[in-house]
């Protein structure tokens, strides 16, 4: 590990929305952009629902070891319970006992967005040894806040005819659905 470089900017103040960037660089150069709208709050609960259908309990699904397929300690440090219809068609829940930031406090939202990158690698249309699809980008839309522990996907996989794919999850918790990811992929055969 090497010292990285964090820095925070409003990039579109607002009393009720307003658009914040930070970005990751190392060695000088800049590594990871995050963008987050961040909007006022208000009192919905009375109309709180939504169509997104709720996945099975994690204990109903079978333990899977993800290591078997990707290599690295991140993946090593997650739980893992999966349920595959098809290739690059599962449901699952996975956990980490890893702190995002050792030694700190961090929401139940950033914990699970710190997994939510794992969703492209969860089902597989082909074995990484076929293809290499790595993400060009993560976008997460949240309608709820997470309250923590493990995060449930519902994941579909696409590969396209020209070198491109898409990941889409319907992200879960213990309460039910929280929001949505998509990942852009590039596709390389091997």
């Known amino acids: 590990m090497e010292p990285v470089d964090v820095r925070v900017e409003v990039l579109r103040p607002g009393r009720t929305i307003e658009l914040v960037e930070a970005r990751l660089t190392a060695g000088g150069r800049t ?6 709208w961040l909007a ?3 009192d919905t609960a009375a109309i ?3 169509a997104f259908p ?3 309990e994690p204990s109903s699904m079978p333990v899977e070891d993800l290591a078997v397929v990707w290599p690295g300690a991140f993946v090593a440090s997650l739980g893992a319970r999966r349920r595959q219809a098809e290739p690059g068609r599962a449901v699952a829940w ?3 006992d890893v702190p995002l930031l050792e030694g700190e406090p ?3 939202t950033a914990a699970a967005l710190g997994l939510v990158d794992t ?8 074995p990484p040894d076929r293809v290499a699809f790595p993400n060009l980008d993560l976008t997460v839309h949240l309608f709820r806040e997470p309250i923590g522990g493990p995060v449930g996907y ?29 990942q852009t992929l590039t596709l390389r055969q091997r």
């Open 48 to 50: 709180a629902d939504s």
């Open 40 to 42: 006022q709050r208000t």
């Open 54 to 56: 709720r996945l099975p």
């Open 154 to 182: 519902d994941v579909s996989v696409s590969f396209g005819p020209d070198g491109a794919g898409l990941t889409q999850a319907v992200l879960h918790d213990a309460e039910g659905p929280f929001g949505t990811s998509a």
């Open 106 to 108: 961090v929401s139940a």
């Open 31 to 36: 590594i990871v952009i995050a963008r987050a």
């Open 119 to 126: 969703t492209n690698g969860t089902t597989p249309r082909l």
């Open 94 to 96: 996975l956990s980490t």
